[in-house]
C-alpha cells in the first residue's frame, strides 16, 4: 500500500525520473520509506513545501517493490524496520536500480555509517534530525546525482581544464575548442578509454590504424605529436614509455 497525494495535474517522464507538470516544471519525485507515521509525515510536509513530489512505503519489503515499478530521483529510507531493514532494503534495490538513496537512523556509531556507505547508500542521517537540513542533503544528493547522470549520458571525460565530448568528438582545453585530424581524435579518444594503462605501440597502431596497416611505424610517432601540441598544457598526460609505447594519465 502506497500513501500518496497529488496537488497539480502532470505526466510522468521515465527518462527524467521525475514528475513533469502540464507548465513543463520538472517536479523531483521522492520516496520516503520509514514505519512511523509521524516521521513520514514530516518528511512529506517539508519535501513538498521545496516543491518535491512524494510517495511512502511503511518498510523495506514494500520499499522494494515500488521501486521495481516507479522512478524516483532519490529514497529516504530508515534503518531499523519490521518486515525488512533499511540495510538489507538498500542491499536489494541496488541489485536493480541506482537512484541515490539517504539513510536515517538513531544509531550514529561509526560503524553503522560505514555499513551504510558500503551498500550503496549516498548519505546518512541521524535522528533526530532537523528537516530544514534533511531538505538540504535531498537536493543537494539529487543535484550531484543530476549532474553525474548527464554527464554520463554525453559520454563526457573531464580532467581539470580538459574536456573530451566522445558523443560530439569535440575537444576543449581550457575552454578553447581544439581542432584534430579524425586519427587525432581516434587516438586520443582510445588512450583516454584505456588511461593509466601501458599501450604497446603494437596494440595502438592496430587499434587506431587497423590490423592490416603495413605502413611506418613513425606515422604513430608523428601523430603523437601533432596531439601532444594540440593538448597545450595537457601534453604531459601522454607518457612516453620507452621501448613500449605510451600511456595516458592523469598527472
Not at 512524494?54 to 515500488?66: K, L, N, S, T, Y
Not at 543530476?146 to 571525460?157: L, N, Q
Not at 581542432?179 to 601501458?198: H, I, Q, S, W
Request: charged share 30%; glycine share 8%.
Amino acid at each position: 500500500m502506497i500513501y500518496y497525494k497529488k496537488h497539480r495535474k502532470h505526466i510522468y517522464s521515465s527518462h527524467l525520473g521525475c514528475m513533469v507538470t502540464i507548465g513543463g516544471i520538472c517536479m523531483p519525485k521522492i520516496l520516503v520509506v520509514d514505519d512511523e507515521f509521524r516521521i513520514r509525515q514530516i518528511i512529506r510536509k517539508y519535501a513538498e513545501f521545496e516543491g518535491y513530489e512524494v510517495d511512502e512505503a511503511v518498510d523495506g519489503m514494500q520499499a522494494i517493490e515500488v521501486c521495481r515499478k516507479n522512478t524516483y530521483d532519490l529514497i529516504i529510507m530508515d534503518v531499523m524496520m519490521p518486515e525488512l531493514d533499511g540495510f538489507s532494503a538498500c542491499r536489494e534495490i541496488r541489485k536493480f536500480c541506482k537512484t541515490p538513496i539517504i539513510m536515517l537512523s538513531a544509531r550514529g556509531e561509526e560503524y553503522d555509517k560505514i555499513h551504510g556507505f558500503e551498500l550503496g547508500s549516498d548519505d546518512y542521517v541521524v535522528k533526530p534530525f532537523s528537516p530544514k537540513e534533511l531538505m538540504m542533503r535531498v537536493a543537494a544528493v539529487i543535484k550531484r546525482s543530476s549532474a553525474g547522470a548527464a554527464e554520463k549520458e554525453r559520454d563526457v571525460y573531464t580532467y581539470k581544464g580538459l574536456v573530451i565530448d566522445f558523443s560530439a568528438r569535440i575537444v576543449t582545453v581550457d575552454g578553447q575548442r581544439v581542432e584534430m585530424t579524425p586519427k587525432e581524435y581516434e587516438l586520443l579518444f582510445y588512450m583516454v578509454r584505456n588511461k593509466g594503462l601501458a599501450l604497446t605501440r603494437e596494440s595502438l597502431i592496430s587499434e587506431v590504424w587497423g590490423y592490416d596497416f603495413f605502413g611506418d611505424e613513425r606515422t604513430l610517432d608523428t601523430h603523437i605529436k601533432l596531439l601532444r601540441k594540440s593538448l597545450g598544457d595537457y601534453s604531459k598526460c601522454i607518457v612516453t614509455l620507452r621501448g613500449v609505447g605510451y600511456r595516458f594519465e592523469e598527472i
